[in-house]
């Protein structure tokens, strides 16, 4: 367990500054050396609702959330009524509403009359915060000040100033009911969340162009690319629609450049023909599908883990296909190499399975090295080739690749049935089959390459938690409370999820599925890829992220 363990949340409706105090707070506490997990929870709207953004800052990275705060901020009434279950026993309400307390600050009616406009409520608040937790005032004051840079220095001393004064504020409220006391630490940590991780991973793999159509929760990765365009040296094209992008990528990829895009589980379903499409002519493909809850609409700004089979089997006809999910942005960066190398390898689509949880949350990270991975590539060499055959049958089912004008060589590709030389065929017996059983043999190989799960002190584990991507810090830190009451618990972790690796599993275990929705697609999937019995799993589908209690209060009933 951490010896320290702070969770802050930050509540009030969309335009009144939380993403601003969240992101000035969560990047003053990382500076001074703690590790810092931050969350959002966020309605569909531009403007009014109630919205929340959470913080947890601990001695060593958890990266994982809780839903009960130590401290929990009310920008306005509503939020502090909406909000005020979260508040753990003990717990301080701070802000609109907080009649209780002894810091019941009116942050936008003060910032009003001391400033003439409510928008310097946020620093306000932010010295209140910063005050509570006994840290030292010029750390964030210099992020502060940094943040507001572009605003002009008159802006600039205003927040300030609301810092400073909201500082003081708690300095005098907090005697006796604030413990807590942030010291500089000489730890270092990095703060980023798992969309940028997925863009810089695709820039890691040689990725030149990202074409996309907007959906939430994807659309940091474009965003991000298109910001960094010329230093990255990556072109990004905002399409039409999800089918112009996705085809594009496919035109890119054939014309020899790397190439990805991204949607979520609506903008997916229209990129469902070109999948079969890069099956047919064996084009690489990376798709990221950001999921959220469905179906339809559904719920655009929260979290859920409700397409995975829909991955595995989107598409008409049977073709060979890999898909990831990785946990957090580390294992996003990582897992996004490894997507463009298999789909160059295998010639084949691969789709890379995160979430609204995943792509908005902020992960402490530290001692990472992005060169541990890189790009390889499997382009034929065509001065070594003679008469080419883009489809030729091989053992292990790959065929040679060249791209247009690399060489004197002809380069086609067909989305019929097509013989060695991507001719259209009608012969079904002599080419059709054995074209089929060629390309459906680089399972065998694929499955040999993809990414090993994380087992978790399964040794002596008599109930074994099943989980894939964004549960796995949760479900950790859960096996982690369980053990310390005794109970023998462990965690088997898998960041590829199709086709499933070739593993020895233990015997006369329960087996038990933990993921966000409600039908365990993955619990299926496992029992029914390697024959294990599962027991009843534990499953959330509200849009809200798994924690650790609720996996510790599920699995005690």
């Known amino acids: 367990m951490a010896l320290l363990d702070v969770n802050i949340a930050i509540s009030g409706a969309a335009g009144e500054g939380i993403q601003t105090i969240g992101s000035v707070l969560a990047r ?44 929990l901020v009310a920008l306005n009434g509503p939020a502090a009524d909406k909000y005020r279950s979260w508040l753990r026993d003990g717990g301080i309400l701070v802000g609109e509403g907080a009649t209780d307390s002894p810091l019941a600050v009116p942050f936008s009616k003060t910032a009003t009359e001391r400033w003439g406009k409510p928008v310097y409520a946020n620093s306000l608040a932010l010295g209140v915060l910063w005050g509570m937790l006994g840290a030292d005032l010029d750390v964030i004051a210099a992020t502060v000040e940094k943040t507001f840079a572009d605003k002009g220095n008159d802006i600039v001393a205003r927040n300030l100033e609301a810092l400073k004064t909201g500082y003081e504020m708690a300095e005098k409220s907090c005697k006796g009911i604030c413990p807590w006391k942030l010291e500089k630490r000489s730890e270092e ?15 890691r793999a040689g990725c030149r162009f990202m074409a996309a159509y907007p959906m939430t929760p994807s659309t940091g990765i474009i965003t991000f690319l298109a910001q960094q365009e010329d230093r ?30 991204a949607t979520s589980g609506g903008g997916f379903a229209l990129m469902v023909e070109a999948l079969s499409l890069s099956g047919m002519t064996e084009t690489p493909l990376v798709v990221v599908l950001a999921q959220r809850p469905g179906p339809a609409t559904g719920l655009p700004t929260r979290t859920a883990q409700g397409d995975l089979l829909f991955a595995l089997h989107a598409g008409h006809g049977e073709f060979p296909r890999c898909v990831l999910a990785p946990a957090d942005p580390v294992e996003a960066f990582r897992l996004t190499v490894t997507a463009f190398n298999l789909a160059d390898r295998f010639q084949i689509p691969v789709i890379i399975m995160t979430d609204q949880f995943l ?9 990472f090295d992005p060169g541990e991975v890189g790009p390889e590539f499997f382009l034929a060499d065509p001065e070594n080739i003679g008469e080419y055959r883009r489809y030729a049958v091989t053992e292990d089912g790959v065929s040679p690749r060249l791209y247009p004008g690399q060489s004197s060589h002809l380069v086609g590709a067909d989305s019929d049935e097509h013989d060695e030389w991507g001719h259209i065929t009608e012969n079904l017996a002599e080419v059709a089959r054995p074209m089929m059983e060629k390309r459906m043999r680089k399972m065998k190989s694929l ?6 799960p994380l087992f978790y002190l399964l040794e002596d584990a008599e109930t074994v938690f099943v989980c894939w991507g964004s549960v796995r810090n949760a479900l950790l830190e859960a096996v982690d409370r369980l053990r310390e009451e005794g109970k023998k618990v462990g965690c088997l972790h898998f960041p590829g999820v199709w086709p499933l690796p070739e593993i020895s599993l233990p015997e006369g275990r329960r087996w ?12 299926r999937l496992f029992a029914c890829e390697y024959g294990i019995s599962m027991d009843a799993p534990i499953l959330r589908y509200d849009g809200l992220p798994i924690t650790a209690e609720w996996i510790v209060t599920n699995f005690r009933a």
């Open 28 to 71: 003053s506490i990382s500076r001074l050396g703690y590790a810092v997990f931050s969350w959002q929870e966020y309605e569909s709207r531009i403007r009014g609702g109630l919205n929340s953004y959470s913080i947890r800052i601990t001695d060593r990275p958890i990266n994982s959330p809780r839903m009960d705060c130590d401290i």
């Open 189 to 203: 940590y990095y703060l980023i969340n798992g969309q940028p991780a997925i863009a810089l991973g695709a820039v």
């Open 232 to 261: 990255l040296e990556v072109l990004t094209e905002q399409a039409e629609d999800e089918i112009a992008a996705v085809n594009m990528v496919i035109g890119a990829q054939f014309a020899g450049c790397r190439a990805m895009t």
């Open 359 to 367: 792509a908005d949350s902020q992960f402490s990270i530290k001692d």
């Open 447 to 452: 499955r040999k390459m993809v990414p090993q």
């Open 512 to 523: 038990i599925a933990v993921e966000q929705n409600m039908t365990s697609q993955f619990g």
